[in-house]
């Protein structure tokens, strides 16, 4: 039976990258998409939602958007020297979908979606956690309905890359994290600590690309101006940091990671804010503990993603 899945995104390249992994995965049943600001802002990543899923053809799973701003601070510029100026690495895929095919909020849609089939939902947030939290806000309740949460975002031992502390995800809405993080629900944290050791290198992208497969000609479409970003930054050949498709890589096979319970907090002020504090001695905080990926096999990792996308 498929995991029943709502992928939670600000599309993004790396999300396009997870979105179509988990389209052509069948451990997971996508049953929707919902957006929230971030990579971009969230007009533009309903409508790359919108339009990765035409592209993907498979237009019949529902969008819906959602948050435009953190919970209490204000967003900022959205970080285009990653993702590009129209979030999809300006590879030209970007059409104008209907936006009015996107339901509006998504912690609405989150909320009827998992109180309707109590146990049975995973979410999969990729993005900022606003809608996660302003959906727990809405109905408390979901802590108990939903089957567990898979999350991309997070430096527990490993360094930042938005600060030396914090991730981006968490660091773009801190107060939202805090929420999510502390609640009494099944969370597993797929954090910087394993996405920066699965690299994809410029090799794999084009062996990929050789297969001439739809899904994988796509990824190597949208990966140059990421690639760019990553040889800028990490002085790599272009290499790229995997961090969404880590995740969904976790709901399909997670004997390839090892991780470990921690009770964590997120710093929401001054040099900590986003920074994940991890109660390493199981004896400052109380509640559920989240599963830290700690360790993983990226090789196995690689191939699972190369034989999935390839299909
Ligand atoms: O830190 C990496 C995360 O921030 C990924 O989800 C990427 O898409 C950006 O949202
Ligand atoms: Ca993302």
Request: charged share 20%; net charge negative; aromatic share 6%.
């Amino acid at each position: 039976m498929p995991e029943s899945i709502i992928i939670d995104t600000d599309p993004g390249i790396d999300d396009f990258m997870a979105i179509l992994f988990a389209l052509k995965s069948p451990e997971l049943d996508v049953l929707a998409l919902t957006t929230v600001f971030g990579n971009h802002y969230v007009e533009i990543t309903t409508r790359n939602a919108l339009r990765l899923l035409e592209l993907a053809g498979r237009d019949e799973i529902p969008v819906a958007r959602g948050a435009h701003a953190p919970l209490v601070r204000e967003y900022r510029e959205p970080p285009t020297f990653v993702h590009g100026m129209d979030g999809l690495g300006d590879a030209g895929l970007t059409g104008e979908p209907d936006s009015e095919a996107a339901h509006t909020r998504a912690a609405q849609f989150i909320v009827e979606a998992v109180m309707s089939r109590p146990g049975e939902i995973t979410l999969v947030p990729i993005g900022p956690l606003t809608n996660i939290a302003m959906a727990l806000k809405l109905e408390p309740r979901l802590v108990q309905a939903t089957k567990r949460v898979v999350l991309m975002g997070g430096a527990a031992f490993a360094p930042g890359n938005v600060s030396p502390v914090a991730e981006a995800n968490i660091f773009n809405d801190p107060e939202a994290a805090a929420l999510v993080l502390s609640a009494d629900w099944e969370v597993v944290m797929v954090g910087l600590d394993v996405t920066t050791r699965i690299d994809m290198s410029r090799q794999y992208i084009d062996a990929l690309s050789a297969t001439r497969a739809p899904y994988a000609e796509l990824v190597a479409r949208i990966v140059p101006h990421y690639q760019a970003f990553h040889a800028r930054v990490y002085h790599n050949d272009g290499a790229l940091h995997t961090h969404d498709p880590a995740a969904i890589a976790y709901l399909i096979r997670p004997n390839l990671f090892q991780t470990a319970p921690y009770r964590v907090r997120v710093g929401t002020s001054g040099v900590s804010t986003g920074q994940i504090v991890v109660d390493r001695e199981h004896k400052w905080y109380d509640g559920v503990a989240t599963a830290i990926c700690a360790d993983v096999d990226a090789g196995g990792i690689l191939e699972l993603y190369r034989e999935r996308i390839t299909r």
